[in-house]
């Protein structure tokens, strides 16, 4: 009796297995028969990473500064050069403060140093003087970084002045009580902004694709009706379910693969330092989880619009709070409770963990843990919910 | 273009809308909802980056140093670490972003008039948090050592307190905050995500009008009526561009009443500037539905258009003056950035039609460019 069982196993699992295959096939065909969708992921993964490699800087570069220099001094000028690229780029003078107003309004410049007359004079006979800076915070940080650097510039011009007038100058700095700023910035040493822009952009594709492709499969066939020849078929709903993901998680993969061997190597040198097969195991379960979440708002929505519109829904917060647009650890502590619902959240942590900083398994175990408890718990969710639709 | 039949199909369009409530529900909800988990939580200041301290010297006064580490708001102090390995395997598991390594003979060399090189670990995965984190400890070591300067100098000459700190500090800068005086994330954040969410929401309510009806086959009965070109895609825009100004107004009132951001220009440049806007957004989502075949196609094909783009080339995170050449190429070519302009001008600057025409004109001339394309595109004879 229990061999029999056991002589009919093997041939169950092998059809078992042979029926998965058998749909993910079917969902690649209908992928790959979509030309603008193909041509899209194509483009998403190469030429959107390229450009924003490229393209983008968030630290502070060229902010536009316009002097009003009242003085004409010695010191104006020595003050004024010290404003220099690539943080500031010097755009020129203006001979009356109201302009500077007015290029501010019209966003031709970010920052306007206005130097009061007898600058040079009051530094010289140790009077106190100040500048004045007006900044343009429209955008935040980017106009508190540049008052802060203009502080400190500002600050070290005046030390410097100081204590040459009392014959303490440049070069005897050596012999005077100051701290010196020696930074090792590690993982990244040349802080490459083009490692970081390019990354992040193929984790956000990730994403999105992860999230989309398997819930639109699956909503499709709902809204066709060809669901229900589906379920009349051998196949179990888990098989149904399965089969969109593994196909969904190749296409994605194999497009990862063409960013990172194709783009991000090649182009930006990124340095890869872990191991490759670890770095996409982890994507795979990446993609993995960022499907269930799909999936269960799949089994929500009863057509393509509803599904588009949920999708979104989730995947916003999710790229804009997750840690690569904004810095996760100054998140209000309600952001970051909900976000430990992301799966983008751990798979950054992963993604940086493996390329830059060489960390394996032993480090990285727990948000890879992490994701694996998350994606299978909405797995569950999925299937308990598209079986309940549908039996 | 009869007005007549264009009614009918805007009347059409908006009942197969209206109809399905869920997806109703989500388009007038989801930007509303969006707003408020961005407006309160989308923080872009660097702040309590975690940091852990080496400390080699275990006196007076390097504890003073740390503990300005300590109490700033930027840092959040997490341990002192026993030796170098421990602060590695620190930054290797992201437990902390930073590191200060005070050195030995700290308070001796400063005693002595000597410099000390104190040594600053990063993490340097997000370059844009460590170039600011490096701000910040240079700040905090400046203001220490201009301490330390006053200090000597009273000691070595003599002079008073007030005398040495003149010496040390005779500049001072007055800085004046424009538009945003006390510096809020919010005031900045919360026009740029009115911008961000229309461009999303609006255009994935247009992606999918023309393909569903592809892909369910009702086109053809389009195809075969008195419907022309213009009078379909005119009545199928009508229903979305509605919806999308009735949801520009929701978001206005709230970044108002909810996040108290100052309006100071005008609102009726503000309202047509958004008109055209949301003509330009709603014909993104148009002109993709007339491209592609199947709605999955429109729904990515979209999302990824109306996304990646508006985060990262809109000056809605960035400025557009600080991307490379061919970056603001990109941001010149969609009207996110057009539209981030005017929404922070109306805002926080107060500008109208007088300093803001560039940019509403070129929104003027990529919702005509749109229109003509999507025309043009649009035939009731299809090839295929």
């Given at each position: 009796m229990t061999d029999e069982r056991e002589r009919t196993a093997l041939p169950?699992?092998?059809?078992?297995?042979?029926?998965?295959?058998?749909m993910t096939w079917k969902e690649v065909l209908q992928l790959s028969r979509d030309l603008p969708l193909l041509l899209f992921l194509l483009y998403s993964f190469s030429v959107a990473v390229l450009v924003s490699g490229v393209g983008i800087t968030m630290q502070l570069r060229n902010a536009n500064l316009l002097v009003h220099d009242g003085d004409h001094s010695q010191s104006s000028r020595e003050l004024i050069h010290r404003f220099q690229a690539p943080y500031f780029h010097f755009t020129g003078e203006i001979s009356d403060a109201r302009q500077g107003l007015r290029e501010l309004d019209q966003g031709r410049a970010m920052l306007v140093l206005d130097i009061p007359p007898r600058f040079h004079e009051a530094l010289v006979s140790g009077e106190r003087t100040a500048?004045?800076?007006?900044?343009?915070?429209?955008?935040?940080?980017?106009?508190?970084s540049a008052a802060g650097y203009t502080v400190r510039i500002a600050g070290a011009f005046g030390s410097q002045l100081g204590l040459a007038s009392i014959g303490l100058s440049g070069n005897a700095m050596q012999s005077l009580p100051v701290i010196e700023s020696a930074h090792r910035v590690w993982f990244n040493p040349n802080q490459d902004e083009t490692w970081f822009q390019s990354m992040s952009t193929v984790l956000r594709m990730i994403t999105l694709f992860g999230v989309l492709l398997p819930a639109a499969a699956l909503v499709r066939e709902k809204e066709r009706g060809t669901i229900e020849q589906l379920l009349v078929s051998p196949l179990s709903p888990f098989q149904i379910m399965f089969s969109k993901?593994?196909?969904?998680?190749?296409?994605?993969?194999?497009?990862?693969g063409l960013a990172v061997y194709g783009v991000l190597r090649p182009v930006f040198h990124v340095p890869m330092k872990g191991p490759d097969g670890l770095f996409f195991a982890l994507t795979a379960l990446h993609i993995f989880t960022t499907a269930g979440l799909g999936l269960v708002a799949a089994t929500i929505a009863r057509n393509q619009a509803q599904v588009g519109m949920m999708t979104l829904f989730l995947v916003g917060p999710m790229m804009l709070l997750s840690g690569i647009t904004s810095p996760f650890e100054s998140m209000p502590q309600w952001v970051q409770t909900v976000?430990?619902?992301?799966?983008?959240?751990?798979?950054?942590?992963?993604?940086?963990?493996?390329?830059?900083?060489?960390?394996?398994?032993?480090?990285?175990?727990?948000?890879?843990?992490?994701?694996?408890?998350?994606?299978?718990?909405?797995?569950v969710l999925g299937m308990w919910r598209f079986r309940r639709q549908f039996e | 273009m009869n007005l007549r039949v264009i009614r009918a199909m805007a009347l059409k369009?908006?009942?197969?809308?209206?109809?399905?409530?869920?997806?109703?529900l989500l388009a007038f909800l989801l930007p509303v909802l969006w707003l408020t988990v961005f407006g309160y939580g989308l923080v872009l200041d660097v702040e309590n980056i975690p940091f852990a301290v080496l400390d080699?010297?275990?006196?007076?006064?390097?504890?003073?140093?740390?503990?300005?580490?300590?109490?700033?708001?930027?840092?959040?102090?997490?341990?002192?670490a026993a030796d170098e390995r421990a602060l590695d395997r620190l930054l290797t598991e992201t437990k902390i972003r930073a590191a200060v390594v005070v050195p030995e003979r700290f308070e001796e060399q400063l005693a002595a008039g000597e410099p000390v090189a104190v040594q600053t670990l990063f993490d340097g995965t997000f370059p844009l948090h460590t170039d600011i984190a490096k701000g910040y400890v240079i700040a905090i070591n400046q203001a220490f050592t201009e301490e330390r300067l006053i200090d000597y100098v009273r000691r070595r000459r003599g002079f008073t307190y007030e005398q040495a700190s003149r010496l040390i500090r005779p500049l001072a800068v007055e800085v004046r905050y424009l538009y945003n005086e006390e510096v809020r994330s919010t005031w900045s954040m919360v026009p740029g995500l009115i911008m961000f969410t229309m461009m999303l929401a609006s255009s994935l309510l247009t992606a999918l009008g023309v393909v569903r009806e592809k892909e369910t086959g009702s086109i053809y009965n389009i195809y075969s009526s008195t419907v022309s070109r213009g009078e379909f895609l005119v009545g199928k825009l009508l229903p979305y561009i509605v919806i999308s100004i009735i949801n520009v107004c929701v978001l206005w009132l709230m970044a108002v009443t909810m996040f108290h951001v100052p309006f100071r220009g005008s609102f009726l440049f503000f309202f047509s500037a958004s008109i055209l806007f949301i003509l330009c957004t709603t014909g993104i989502g148009l002109l993709i539905s007339l491209l592609v075949q199947t709605q999955m196609a429109a729904l990515i094909i979209t999302m990824v258009v109306a996304m990646i783009p508006t985060i990262l080339f809109s000056g809605l995170l960035v400025p557009v003056a600080s991307l490379s050449q061919g970056a603001q190429v990109q941001a010149h070519l969609l009207p996110a950035m057009y539209y981030t302009n005017i929404v922070r001008g109306s805002f926080l600057k107060g500008v109208g039609a007088d300093v803001l025409w560039i940019d509403l004109l070129a929104l003027a001339a990529f919702a005509a460019g749109m229109s003509v394309l999507t025309y043009q595109l649009f035939s009731k004879r299809p090839t295929t």
């Open positions: 169950r699992i092998a059809r078992w297995g042979r029926r998965l295959a058998a500048v004045q800076l007006l900044v343009d915070t429209s955008n935040a940080p980017q106009g508190f993901i593994l196909a969904m998680a190749g296409i994605i993969l194999i497009a990862t976000m430990t619902f992301s799966p983008l959240k751990y798979y950054i942590d992963v993604t940086y963990g493996v390329m830059l900083k060489g960390a394996g398994l032993d480090v990285l175990w727990k948000p890879a843990g992490t994701m694996l408890l998350l994606g299978g718990t909405l797995f | 369009e908006w009942k197969e809308t209206t109809r399905d409530r869920p997806f109703l080699r010297d275990h006196s007076a006064l390097s504890r003073e140093y740390i503990y300005r580490f300590i109490q700033s708001r930027y840092f959040l102090f997490r341990g002192y």
